[in-house]
């Protein structure tokens, strides 16, 4: 070294490089200024040699070199790359280092707890193993030359990798379908990660704490659960896989099929993992039930008119399934109670029946082979009107909703209409009192009840035919004549009226008066319904008639002393005729002729006349103002002697056929005499004519 006394201020280091210290000109020199003594120089190569000269620097310059002296630097330290392949060992590796013929490679815990672990090798990596996890290691390596001396070292350090976690328990909530997954920590852990796999899907969480949890996951579902610790070297193998089922999923595909008899067969899909389902029915009156199976149906008792509300649950070890679609069943409305259908009018059925649960909505229906009566409505009674007669209806009240339609089953009645009206077809006169009423109709197993209605009262006559006759009708009488048809299934529409007229009564009453000897008078009670009478007296020798519209009647041209039959035609207004016939009349015997009076002794009379018969017995009467006589010869005598009549008066004498009552005919003529005396005896009978009086 070369050393400049004053002033020295600074000295300048010289190295020459020179490879493997040959006596070759040096590669290159290094220059470094120092202050102070021992000095540095930098940025020198290893394991190369070096020439050092030592000059000193001040303000004045530069002083000459010193003496060169000769020196190697070490060999470098090998650049390590550690990892930790497992948890118990860290692996080693590094490039050559120029000129080193060997290595020297440590590992020690950073916390000085153990022992060291050193190996010499030539190789270039190196595996330590038998280590704790988790655990920082310090490595130190460097390489020697030929001659055995060291090079700079290398120091890292090293964290092996965790230890996978024990003791993995897997907790899962079917609430919310997650899973909380713990586990022992692992020493030297710094994170975990936890992976659920099923099939491609995967799920993972990662954590700095001991537990994990793993959301959504997926119903019916069978996943592997693993954690894996990590840390700065790397991560754990993963634990042994620990099977997670989760809850089985809803059951989809909910049918439900009822029968006849009520009953209610639920049906759903099988899910993957579920062990046995729980079905549940709520009915909307708050009724619950349920079913426990590990099949996929189950049967309910089901009534009409309910809406059910259906859950199916599936169930395993996890819990209980999700709430899957809630299935709505309504079950058919009930059929209607109390059923009535009358028959209130011939061609009008009543139907009637009471409320029913479920029912919106009412459609009676009555149907024949001829067609099909419709009704709806949402009261309970329903009037099905227009129906044809003599039918047989079957008659069905079918309860509607929206959410089910109409209820099929319910039962149904049969009702006949009443029979068909009548048509009267002809009215027949058989007798004075009995009509024939004849009729068209097409009713079966009907009867017929004919009424005459009079202002007198009804008639009546039944038949099962197609015609009736009505007795004892009262004469003179105007009726309406109608007919109807009665069966079991009701009574018809009455046909139309007929009027009918019943010919007049014959008067109860008939009297024939003689007026005169050829002049009757006939005079009767009056007959119903009778405006016009003609009567006739009928005999060998002629007849007499008359017609009035009075109750009596003079008949002339009388014969006297004749046989009669006497009849009578009582005529209505609109020409209906009654022939009455009465007991036979017998005119009085003529009026004798040729009366005369003759005085018979001192104080008797004798009257005479000419019998117009000889079986005829006569009445002779004489009449004055001193006493009336008289007298009846037997039957065949024409004279009758008075004695003891007396004298000085006028007498009226008549001489008339004696009836069978012996009674006395005053239309005979009457003849007046005067009868005087001679002395106190009858003197002279002088005929004074006829008399002039009225003779009724």
């Given at each position: 070294?070369?050393?400049k ?20 000109d ?21 394991a ?23 020196t ?49 090798t ?13 655990t ?30 024990a ?35 995967k ?17 019916g ?39 006849e ?42 009534d ?39 028959l ?5 059925v ?18 024949s ?65 009995v ?40 004469c003179?009488?105007?009726f ?39 002049v ?22 002629g ?6 519209l ?13 046989n ?19 007991q ?9 002729s ?14 005479y006349?000419?019998?117009?018969e ?22 065949g ?60």
């Open positions: 070294m070369l050393y006394q004053k002033p020295l201020t600074r000295m300048e280091l010289l190295w020459q490089k020179h490879r493997l210290c040959n006596q070759q040096g590669d290159s020199c290094i220059e470094t200024v120092v202050t102070k003594s021992p000095g540095t120089v930098m940025g020198l190569e290893p190369t040699c070096y020439r050092i000269t030592i000059r000193s620097v001040n303000a004045g310059g530069k002083s000459r070199p010193s003496p060169s002296r000769k190697t630097t070490v060999l470098s330290a090998p650049i390590l790359s550690v990892s930790s392949p497992s948890y118990d060992s860290i692996a080693v590796s590094w490039k050559a280092v120029y000129m080193a013929v060997g290595f020297s490679v440590s590992l020690m815990r950073s916390d000085g707890l153990g022992r060291m672990l050193k190996q010499n030539t190789n270039t990596s190196f595996i330590f193993s038998n280590l704790d996890p988790g920082l290691y310090t490595i130190k390596a460097y390489a020697w030359n030929a001659n055995g001396l060291p090079g700079d070292d290398f120091t890292y350090n090293q964290r092996t990798s965790p230890k996978a976690p003791d993995v328990q897997v907790a899962f909530n079917s609430g919310v379908l997650r899973a909380i997954v713990s586990w022992m920590p692992a020493e030297g852990a710094l994170t975990y990660s936890v992976t659920a796999s099923s099939g491609l899907l799920l993972k969480c990662n954590t700095t704490s001991s537990s994990c949890i793993i959301p959504s996951l997926q119903c579902s069978e996943y592997s659960v693993s954690v894996t610790a990590h840390n700065d070297a790397g991560s754990s193998n993963p634990t042994d896989a620990v099977s997670l089922k989760t809850i089985p999923c809803a059951p989809g595909n909910i049918s439900t099929e009822e029968d008899h009520g009953n209610l067969l639920v049906s759903w899909s099988r899910v993957n993992f579920g062990h046995y389902y729980v079905v549940f029915v709520k009915s909307d009156d708050g009724l619950e039930v349920y079913c426990n199976t590990s099949h996929t149906q189950c049967h309910f008792q089901s009409c008119g309910f809406t059910y509300f259906i859950s199916v649950f599936a169930y395993n070890k996890a819990g209980q399934s999700p709430l899957g679609d809630v299935f709505n069943y309504t079950t058919a409305p009930c059929c209607p109670s109390n059923f009535r259908a009358v209130v009018s011939s061609d009008t009543e139907v009637s029946w009471s409320p029913v649960r479920g029912a919106e909505m009412y459609e009676t229906k009555a149907a082979w001829r067609g099909t009566v419709l009704c709806n409505d949402t009261a309970t009674a329903c009037t099905l009107s227009a129906l044809r007669c003599n039918t047989r209806y079957n008659v069905t009240v079918y309860s509607f909703s929206e959410a089910r339609g109409s209820n099929t089953s319910c039962a149904s009645k049969y009702v006949a209409t009443a029979p068909c009206s009548p048509e009267i077809k002809n009215i027949s006169k058989e007798a004075l009192s009509i024939s009423v004849h009729w068209q109709s097409n009713n079966e197993e009907a009867t017929y009840i004919v009424t005459a209605r009079g202002e007198t009262g009804l008639w009546h006559c039944t038949s099962s035919g197609n015609s009736c006759t009505l007795i004892n009708l009262p003179g009488s105007a309406s004549v109608s007919v109807i048809a009665r069966s079991p299934a009701g009574q018809s529409l009455p046909s139309y009226s007929v009027p009918l007229e019943t010919a007049p009564c014959c008067p109860n009453d008939l009297t024939l008066t003689q007026v005169t000897q050829s009757t008078n006939i005079s009767w009670s009056i007959g119903m319904g009778a405006q016009t009478y003609a009567t006739t007296l009928e005999s060998p020798k007849q007499a008639k008359c017609r009035t009075k109750n009596y009647c003079l008949l002339g041209c009388i014969t006297c002393g004749t009669y039959t006497v009849s009578l035609k009582a005529i209505s207004e609109t020409g209906l005729t009654s022939y009455c016939t009465y036979g009349y017998s005119s009085s015997a003529c009026c004798p040729g009366v005369k009076l003759y005085r018979l002794g001192n104080n008797g009379i004798r009257v006349w000419r019998a117009s000889e079986t005829i017995s006569y009445i002779t009467d004489l009449c004055g103002s001193k006493g009336n006589f008289t007298c009846t010869p037997s039957s005598v024409s004279y009758c002697d008075i004695t003891e009549i007396p004298c000085g008066d006028v007498y009226t004498v008549v001489v008339s056929p004696a009836t069978d009552k012996r009674l006395k005919l005053t239309f005979c003529p009457k003849k007046i005499y005067s009868v005087t005396c001679s002395g106190s005896s009858v003197g002279m009978v002088i005929y004074r004519g006829k008399s002039s009086a009225e003779h009724v």
